[in-house]
């Protein structure tokens, strides 16, 4: 049994203003990280992300960032009360589509093939398509979805 997911969705606008609301931390605060993201997500940087829904803010390890393109992170796979600590690597593509929109893939892997690990992996599935469904909201339409949802 491998624990991955692979989440996406098209978001009307131009791949690099895409890309740029995901990257930049100011962006990422107003529609994702409810309780605010610190630090741009570039090749080696360590940042903060803080969520109402999951309070507490933590670390996130950037592995590599292509502008425009690609980034991979790292974070704690987070298996509720059990005492597993180990990271989880999440990949996030966005791709130019010839209309004008931009196709955005997002994958997590790597969580233990436990009965915990599969918990957290829908678990972070459901949250990374919440990300995209409030990615969209607020690039195409200047709505935050996840305002006043977890607080």
């Keep these: 049994m491998d624990l991955t997911f692979k989440v996406s969705a098209r978001i009307a606008k131009p791949v690099a203003e895409v890309f740029e609301a995901v990257a930049n931390p100011d962006e990422l605060s107003r529609y994702f990280t409810t309780g605010?993201?610190?630090g741009r997500l570039e090749t080696g940087a360590t940042v903060s992300w803080d969520f109402h829904d999951f309070p507490g803010a933590f670390p996130v390890w950037v592995v590599e960032v292509v502008p425009e393109r690609r980034i991979v992170l790292q974070w704690e796979a987070n298996e509720g009360d059990s005492m597993a600590s180990y990271r989880t690597t999440v990949?996030?593509?966005f791709e130019p589509l010839d209309d004008g929109r931009t196709l955005v893939s997002i994958?997590?892997?790597?969580?233990?093939?436990?009965?915990?690990?599969l918990k957290a992996s829908y678990g972070n599935c459901q949250g990374w398509m919440q990300m995209l469904?409030?990615?969209?909201?607020?690039k195409e339409y200047g709505i935050n979805l996840r305002e006043g949802m977890f607080k």
């Design 91 to 93: 990949t996030m593509t």
């Design 36 to 38: 605010g993201a610190k």
């Design 107 to 117: 994958s997590e892997e790597g969580w233990r093939e436990t009965k915990d690990g």
């Design 133 to 138: 469904c409030a990615l969209k909201a607020y």
